[in-house]
């Protein structure tokens, strides 16, 4: 097992929606419900966006969702505000361990 | 304020031993199932480790086991990581993140120390 694939880079202007994949295996991603995302912003701390796969921490806007297919999880972030530009990483239990996704950078246009 | 807040980080030789520390505030650490996690230049995030409230269960990553150990002193409210053998690519921003009991998520997180190793 390694590290989940994202993306490295995503896009939209604003109030448009962007879409992040975090593909896994079925002994992470596709055998739990446990799919977090975090918002990074550099030189800041990282933060909680969703949880359980589509649950949203409180203080999050509903303009961020989450889903899963299969091994296949993915963020949604609709109406992109120039705020939501900054790293996002997708994480996944996994029999004893998390891992990370690979991280994509998203960016406001 | 509810935080956490690591320390001990520096600048340690190839081979050498570093021990880093997250200390609670405006929450009982006690309460709560910790992890560490860091980010090398230029990467990603990695997950090092979890322990549970009481230390009984403990997970590391195959990256650092054998090497890093976790430990906690809930009466001091602060959370550990002995880091061993310490190798060039261990080289890392290293955070300290509160296991939120929902999903395995993480809710707080700290400010992260800083670790370099080289000669």
């Known amino acids: 097992q390694s590290a989940l694939t994202q993306p490295p880079s995503a896009s939209g202007s604003p109030g448009q929606s962007v879409t992040i994949s975090c593909t896994g295996t079925?002994?992470?991603?596709?055998?739990?419900?446990?799919v977090s995302w975090y918002q990074h912003h550099p030189g800041r701390v990282p933060k909680l966006m969703i949880y359980e796969v589509n649950k949203r921490p409180s203080g999050v806007p509903d303009r961020f969702s989450g889903s899963k297919s299969g091994n296949t999880a993915s963020l949604t972030v609709s109406g992109l505000q120039a705020e939501d530009e900054a790293d996002y990483y997708c994480s996944s239990y996994a029999d004893k361990k998390e891992f990370f996704g690979t991280g994509t950078k998203v960016t406001v246009l | 304020e509810v935080q956490l807040v690591e320390s001990g980080g520096g600048l340690v030789q190839p081979g050498g031993s570093l021990r880093l520390s997250c200390a609670a505030s405006g929450f009982t650490l006690s309460s709560c199932h910790m992890n560490w996690v860091r980010q090398a230049p230029g990467q990603g995030l990695e997950w090092l480790s979890y322990i549970s409230i009481r230390s009984e269960a403990i997970y590391y990553a195959d990256s650092v086991k054998g090497r890093f150990t976790i430990s906690r002193d809930n009466a001091k409210n602060s959370l550990y990581l002995q880091m061993n053998s310490l190798r060039d690519e261990d080289t890392a921003v290293y955070y300290c993140?509160?296991?939120?009991?929902?999903?395995?998520?993480?809710?707080?997180w700290g400010q992260g120390t800083t670790v370099t190793v080289s000669s």
């Open positions: 993140a509160r296991d939120s009991g929902l999903g395995y998520a993480m809710d707080l």
């Open positions: 079925s002994s992470d991603v596709g055998g739990y419900n446990y």
